[in-house]
């Protein structure tokens, strides 16, 4: 794929995935066929820090699991209290973190 | 597939572990303390309003002790995560024993079904209503 393109889509999403990953995403998006452009600029990822803020605000529901796609954990969640007050406080720090591993897994069911 | 599958099973062990020693400590100290001067629900703690799940640690020990209608009465969840504890370990130990996916497959398809909309709402309206009977009960 033409390399503008790549950089372009690299400068606006780049803060939706791991700093170690966007080299290999670069990479890959240049050798990706020129056809699938569209597909890859439709993307939706969710934001690290919108979901910080509900994990801040609702984590003791669940809330934040359930926006980033993790439906099973958040379920796990809100029927205990968010882990009884202990997981919901570990997700603070853990939520952007897994929020970028859901966007980079969604990225790559179309590069792989 | 392999890592996922283990990562999950590694996290299913240890929260049944954790909530295994929850409800020992709160067994033996209720029903003088009850499980409302422990720490464990940031909302009840911050806000004094129970959360959708206050009363789940009563349910289970009322459940423990043969109240049935004691733990349904406390909170319904309290029976489903008790029924999650027994089902879960044994599932596992299934899997491991027979080298198969079945929990990982199974959780991946209910992750699935539950996203549907006509199974998220009825579900979602069903713990508003559990939340707003915990309220008035004033848990």
């Known amino acids: 794929m033409d390399a503008q393109k790549v950089d372009m889509f690299i400068m606006s999403n780049g803060k939706f995935f791991e700093s170690h990953q966007v080299a290999q995403i670069r990479d890959r998006l240049l050798h990706l066929d020129e056809a699938k452009w569209p597909l890859v600029q439709s993307l939706q990822f969710k934001d690290p820090t919108i979901s910080l803020i509900i994990s801040l605000l609702g984590g003791s529901l669940g809330i934040d699991r359930f926006f980033i796609g993790d439906t099973g954990l958040g379920v796990g969640k809100l029927l205990t209290c968010g882990g009884l007050g202990i997981w919901a406080i570990v997700d603070w720090f853990l939520i952007m973190d897994a929020t970028r591993e859901k966007n980079m897994e969604k990225l790559q069911r179309i590069l792989y | ?139």
């Open chain 2, 1 to 139: 597939m392999q890592s996922g599958r283990n990562k999950l099973y590694f996290f299913l062990l240890l929260f049944c572990l954790a909530g295994y020693i929850w409800f020992y400590t709160g067994y033996r100290s209720f029903p003088e303390s009850g499980d409302r001067a422990r720490i464990g629900c940031l909302i009840k703690h911050t806000t004094n309003v129970p959360c959708p799940s206050c009363g789940a640690t009563r349910s289970a020990i009322s459940l423990i002790k043969g109240d049935f209608a004691g733990s349904l009465y406390w909170n319904p969840i309290g029976i489903l995560l008790v029924c999650m504890g027994v089902i879960i370990p044994i599932w596992i130990s299934y899997d491991k024993i027979f080298r198969k996916d079945s929990l990982y497959l199974f959780y991946r398809k209910a992750e699935v079904f539950l996203r549907r909309k006509a199974v998220a709402l009825p579900a979602i309206l069903l713990i508003i209503i559990n939340w707003i009977w915990n309220i008035y009960k004033g848990l």
